[in-house]
């Protein structure tokens, strides 16, 4: 028998049915090596499902997932609730697998649910999971370990505009915590950079606005953890229609990729130093992709994703049936992690012992 995995996917997030797309995709390469899998779905409404049934994407159209048992993540693993709301039945899970993008399934949630029940997750941990969901905090970090990114300016509300202006147009506007490319437009003027804004704050609380590097190419690269190395995939060119890379060209077969990536190998061989530097001095941990741009011979690193589309298969493997070592490598590494932390302190000071009774009482002085 193998290992039990849960594989967390959905979410509430705009990327929800992108979400899909990869947790049903991981469910299934892990089934295939023998691996028991529990599937846990996350609706956009909040609700958690479990069942054999979500493993086929089918199943989401027309809202059939519903009946499946509702579900809670609890005491090491997940229970599988009846109709009357009553938990029926329990799976444990051994380790888990984070799908979700965007939201609190990408942004640290997901995380801090499974660590709290002293489930391992095989992806990105809390910290980076948070920070590297919003763009904005992303920019922070990169700068802070010497990593170049386009200039910028982040706005709370729409009185940031004037000082976007000044980075001067074109500009790049970004809702800060959306993926997949959902609310990003260019502006080549004041009225356009006002009608983007305003819409990227339709969306979300924080915006982006970056300067537009001409001639920009989109170069991707993906790394894991395993056997105390980083990993590193070949570089991709992501193709676009337009000026940048659109959720159609991502999803809806607008755009293509080119792999290994048409750039000089000393341009490629940085983009990977790079990866590893980040990925290895943040201590991270799972499956991520770092997402870059090249323009006028500099590299620019523009977001890292820490629960990237069909968590990159594409680029770290040759096919699903290869990909399943990679997903393996990343479990057995969240098993020894684990391991590892068990063998720390947990400090208890006995300072409750030595309080008085009345401590804590509310009373008259």
Known sequence: ???????????????????????????????????????LYISQSGEFYTGAELADINIFKGGNFKRCPRAFVADG?????????????????????????????????????????GIPLASAGMFESAAFMDKYYTKLILSSLGVKTAPYVYMRDLSGISQAVELGFPLIVKPAKLGSSIGIERADNYEELARAAEAAFFYDDGVLCEKYLP???EINCAAYFSDGKVITSECEEAMTKGDILSFDDKYAGGGKSVLPADIPQSQAQEIKSVTAEVYS????????RFDYILSGGEIYLSEVNTVPGSLSYYLLSSGFKHFYTVLQAVIVQALEDKKALGQKTLLTTGILNNLPSNTCKLGSK
Do not use: Q, W
Not at 2 to 20: D, T
């Open 1 to 39: 028998m193998g290992r039990k995995i849960a594989v967390v996917f959905g979410g509430v997030s705009n990327e929800n049915e992108i979400s899909v797309i990869t947790g049903t995709m991981a469910v299934n390469v892990l089934k295939s090596g023998g691996d028991e899998v529990i599937p």
């Open 77 to 117: 693993g997940i229970y599988a609730l009846n109709k009357r709301g009553k938990p029926k039945k329990f799976f444990s899970a051994d380790v888990a697998v984070n799908c979700c993008h965007g939201g609190m399934g990408e942004g640290g949630g997901v995380c801090g649910l499974f660590a709290l029940n």
């Open 215 to 217: 001639d920009r190419r």
């Open 281 to 288: 001095k943040l201590n991270m941990r799972g499956i991520v």
